[in-house]
């Protein structure tokens, strides 16, 4: 039996909330008008304390509605998870939307291959009032990541062009190896992080070019800054998401029998910590952290790399090695480049003809 005489996956859309009361109907009226039948929708209420629960109660004839105590993004992600029953589960921040297509894509691109673990799609931003920006995630200048991708997941997963929780599709029976996700690691938000990295070792991932939702970038965003400013708060954060993933990926890369370095390095995680220990060294989170150990990891960064060309590899350790030694104003004007596609864009053809592609579709150790 071909895929496409297989009956159509059923898509369980997994919307989670915490104080997006302003954003919340827009979401769950975009999950409620996918046009794939085979969809549900759940909504997990993280504890609001704003209007998100008497907005919930007049959707409850139209989705499976979950209220509990505030808990963090794990915390809610874990309770949906506990009510799907379908093949796949598409999960939905509530301030962003999706287009109607998108569960029925998604679906397709399983139905095509049972093999497949992941899939993702792009986005197009969207401000507070939902007009786009003009933007997309990722920039057009970035190969999106798609096949057998352990090796590369294991080699440098924070350099691969991932997408936000609402541009992530898992299978439910592999998605369930991994489960639940630790709450303790991510306290508060980051579950995305552990799902998107650990799901890439249990199944090829497939990448879908057509713009399938909307990221809403509004000013309270719990993760995306609203405009390319330099918040070394931000970077803590995401040197601290990072941390967890990368120890989660070795032991279930261990568990799998899967060859595996001792440690994960990514240069968009050393480029985090570099500038955060070069700007404000008393709060950096990394004690055991030195500017010269991060060049060299770096260089070792950059060896990895089987994505890019060795002009690019070369250019990236030129961003470090100026970010070593020049003076904090200069840092900061290297950060904004390093962090910040939208504040390079004459720089993004050049940057994007550099890469060499998408990463092979090979297994560990070929």
Known sequence: MTGA????????????????????????????????????TIVVDDGSTDDSRRLLSTYEDRATVVLKENGGQASALNAGMEHCEGDVVLFL???????????GRVADAFAAD??????????????????PTGELKPPLHLSMPHGDLRQAELAFPFDLAWLPTSANAFRLSALRRILPIPERAYPICGADWYLIHLMTLLGPVVSLEEV????????ANSYEPA?????????RETIGYARPTAEELLRL????????????????????????????????????????GLLLDSIRAARRRSNVSAAMKLAFLAWFAAVAVAPKALVRRLALLFFFPQSRSSLNDLLGRLQRGRPQSTAPGS
């Open 212 to 219: 399938s939702g909307c990221y809403r970038v509004h000013g």
């Open 114 to 131: 049972d093999a497949v673990a992941k899939v993702q799609f792009r986005m197009e931003t969207i401000d507070a009032e939902g007009r």
């Open 227 to 235: 405009e390319a400013r330099l918040d070394l708060a931000h970077v």
């Open 253 to 292: 890369a261990g568990e799998l029998g899967l060859p595996h370095p001792d440690r994960i390095l990514s240069l968009a995680d050393l480029g985090n910590r570099i500038v955060s220990l070069r700007l404000e060294p008393q709060l950096h989170p990394i004690p055991t952290d030195r500017t010269g």
């Open 93 to 103: 921040d509530a301030d962003d939307v999706l287009h109607p297509q998108a569960a």
């Open 5 to 40: 005489e297989r009956a159509a996956p059923a898509v369980d859309i997994v919307i989670n909330n915490y104080n997006y009361a302003r954003f919340l109907p827009a979401a769950i009226e975009s999950a409620c008008a996918q046009a794939h039948e085979r969809t549900r």
